[in-house]
C-alpha cells in the first residue's frame, strides 16, 4: 500500500485519526478547547526546532536529517489534532481552506502584494 498524499484523501484522513482516538476512547478528552491548545502546543514544538536558528541556517535544515525527522513529527502532531478538531466540531477542511484562500485572495491582491510582506505593506 502506498501511504502517499497522491492517493489519500482528507477524508481519509480524519477516518483515520477519529479510528485512532475511538479505540482508545480518548473523544472523552477531545474538547475543542482542549484540541485547539494541542494544536497550539504542538506549533510550539515545531518552531522550537529553530530556535536560535539564523536565517542561513533555516536554509540549511532540509539536509539536516535528525532536525528534518523532529520536523515531520510535530508537523504530524499539528495536523493530526487538527484533524480531530475538524472531525468534532463538524468542519470541512477543503471547503474552509478554500474559503480562507479566498479571503486571503481579497484581503492580499497580488497587484499589491507580490514579493511583499503584508507587514511591510501596513496591513
Ligand atoms: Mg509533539
Same mark, same amino acid.
Given at each position: 500500500? #502506498?501511504?502517499?498524499?497522491?492517493?489519500?484523501?482528507?477524508?481519509?484522513?480524519?477516518? =483515520?485519526? $477519529?479510528?485512532?482516538? @475511538?479505540? +482508545?476512547?480518548? @473523544?472523552? /478528552?477531545?474538547? *475543542?478547547? #482542549?484540541?485547539?491548545?494541542?494544536?497550539?502546543? %504542538? &506549533?510550539?514544538?515545531?518552531? %522550537?526546532? /529553530? @530556535?536560535?536558528? &539564523? +536565517? %542561513?541556517?533555516?536554509? $540549511? =535544515?532540509?539536509?539536516?536529517?535528525? !532536525?528534518?525527522? !523532529?520536523?515531520?513529527?510535530?508537523?504530524?502532531?499539528?495536523?493530526?489534532?487538527?484533524?480531530?478538531? &475538524? #472531525?468534532?466540531?463538524?468542519?470541512?477542511?477543503? %471547503?474552509?481552506? !478554500?474559503?480562507?484562500?479566498?479571503?486571503?485572495?481579497?484581503?492580499? *491582491?497580488?497587484? $499589491? /502584494? !507580490?514579493?511583499?510582506? *503584508?507587514?511591510?505593506?501596513?496591513?
Amino acid at each position: 500500500m #502506498n501511504n502517499k498524499d497522491e492517493n489519500t484523501t482528507i477524508k481519509d484522513l480524519k477516518l =483515520i485519526v $477519529k479510528e485512532f482516538v @475511538q479505540k +482508545r476512547n480518548w @473523544q472523552i /478528552f477531545h474538547t *475543542p478547547r #482542549n484540541l485547539a491548545e494541542s494544536i497550539s502546543i %504542538e &506549533s510550539a514544538e515545531l518552531l %522550537e526546532i /529553530f @530556535q536560535w536558528f &539564523s +536565517r %542561513e541556517d533555516c536554509s $540549511k =535544515i532540509k539536509h539536516d536529517l535528525a !532536525r528534518r525527522e !523532529r520536523m515531520r513529527e510535530e508537523l504530524a502532531d499539528v495536523l493530526i489534532y487538527s484533524l480531530s478538531l &475538524s #472531525n468534532i466540531m463538524g468542519i470541512d477542511i477543503t %471547503e474552509t481552506i !478554500r474559503d480562507k484562500l479566498t479571503k486571503n485572495e481579497n484581503r492580499y *491582491p497580488i497587484s $499589491k /502584494f !507580490r514579493g511583499i510582506s *503584508p507587514k511591510d505593506h501596513n496591513v
